[in-house]
């Protein structure tokens, strides 16, 4: 393998993920080589990542739809697709930057491509599960609220609400990102907390390791892995239980709730954030 394959090479440096560093960017090493040799470009592997995203959605609705409607095997079959398609997209998203990084092809419109795809999907993801389920168990107002919920449940519109603000302030010349503390500097523009830290620093002991990838759950790397075990786990009690989907309705519900009581404290943190550039 050429050196400019090589897996250190394809590595992100600032990797905050513990889950990705482990297991997410040794699975896209791989396929960031056979896009190299079949002539794809990080882009074009970028597209494709957003697409199996996208086209959970329908589907996770439609094997709910298949489940109510009795037809439980087929049901069933389509959540397991959904669940491929996530971590298809999961790793295809990962194996798009150790193409650009391996290449010498990273680009501004490449991360353009990659944030937006993210954006689409993150509140889609948990709500097609809970619409999904809604249906799955032939309705009911408790599923219903909880799909709604998990929309705004998900931390990716206050992310975002910090970059847009940083981002005009700045292009109206009203900010000047160089000025004071370095330290603070990352921190307001970069927003280094305890989640966005090295992977490396947090694996520092079992305990970080185990505790971090705990929070990576609840927090969108871990999403994916985490709802595909449940369920597998459904298909495999599909025979044992009568309860449709219990695995991955215990878990949507458990996992929505406690982003819920969480997002009112991301808010709050992300504007303590923005309010420190208010005293510079």
Not at 70 to 99: E, Q, T
Not at 201 to 229: I, M
Not at 240 to 254: E, G, L, R
Request: charged share 15%; proline share 4%; aromatic share 12%.
């Amino acid at each position: 393998m050429p050196d400019k394959l090589a897996y250190s090479r394809s590595v992100k440096p600032d990797e905050p993920a513990v889950i990705t560093e482990l297991v997410g960017r040794r699975l896209a090493h791989p396929f960031a080589v056979l896009a190299f040799k079949l002539g794809l470009s990080p882009n074009a592997v970028t597209v494709l990542a957003g697409l199996c995203w996208v086209a959970s959605t329908p589907l996770a609705v439609f094997a709910g739809w298949l489940v109510g409607g009795g037809r439980r095997d087929a049901g069933l079959a389509v959540w397991f697709l959904c669940g491929f398609l996530w971590n298809a997209g999961y790793v295809l998203d990962l194996a798009d930057g150790s193409l650009a990084r391996m290449t010498g092809r990273a680009s501004r419109r490449g991360f353009y491509l990659d944030y937006v795809f993210h954006l689409l999907f993150k509140p889609a993801f948990l709500a097609s599960i809970g619409v999904g389920l809604f249906l799955a168990h032939g309705g009911g107002l408790g599923w219903l609220l909880l799909a709604v919920l998990s929309i705004p449940a998900n931390w990716s519109a206050s992310a975002s609400a910090v970059e847009h603000v940083l981002c005009e302030e700045f292009g109206k010349g009203r900010l000047k990102p160089g000025a004071g503390d370095p330290s603070a500097f990352r921190a307001l523009w970069l927003g280094v907390t305890e989640m966005n830290a090295a992977a490396s620093r947090k694996r520092a002991s079992a305990l970080g390791t185990l505790r971090n990838l705990a929070l990576e759950v609840f927090s969108y790397y871990g999403q994916f892995t985490f709802f595909s075990v449940a369920v597998l786990a459904d298909v495999l009690l599909a025979r044992a239980v009568a309860f449709s989907m219990p695995v991955t309705s215990a878990c949507f519900a458990a996992m929505t709730a406690a982003m819920a009581v969480r997002t009112p404290l991301r808010v709050l943190r992300e504007y303590r954030r923005i309010a420190a550039s208010d005293k510079g």
